[in-house]
């Protein structure tokens, strides 16, 4: 099973960038397709971004398309997302996951991470 920690989050102002990391152990993440999730305050886990597994697709919550850039590095074991023109709705927990299908539901990730916390303020 892989192992994943996410890093990179902070409290930033609203325009600002932010890059999260995310990083896999005990298998190689190049075996998985891997996606970025977030959840706000009192409400569902949703899906960000998805990424297959060479990553030469990708796939965008609509809200995000434009300002968020999903991509890996297989050879560093790392995934990340880099965040642009960040607004006070992009605020939550982001997490990571991995999945044996290129997909946005939820229910086929798992092997999250602690998350790390993007607060985004106006």
């Known amino acids: 099973q892989v192992h994943l920690a996410e890093s990179g989050g902070g409290l930033v102002q609203a325009g600002d960038s932010l890059t999260l990391s995310c990083t896999a152990s005990g298998r190689s993440l190049s075996q998985y397709f891997m996606g970025w999730f977030r959840q706000a305050p009192g409400k569902e886990r949703e899906f960000v971004a998805v990424?297959?597994?060479?990553?030469?697709?990708?796939y965008y919550e609509d809200s995000v398309k434009g300002r968020f850039t999903i991509s890996r590095d297989n050879a560093r074991n790392t995934l990340y997302l880099e965040m642009r023109s960040l607004k006070p709705e992009d605020t939550g927990v982001y997490y990571c996951?991995?999945?044996?299908?290129?997909?946005?539901?939820?229910?086929?990730?798992?092997?999250w991470g602690q998350g790390t916390q993007v607060t985004v303020s106006s």
């Open positions: 996951g991995a999945s044996e299908s290129v997909t946005t539901s939820l229910s086929a990730f798992g092997s």
């Open positions: 990424i297959t597994l060479s990553g030469g697709s990708t």
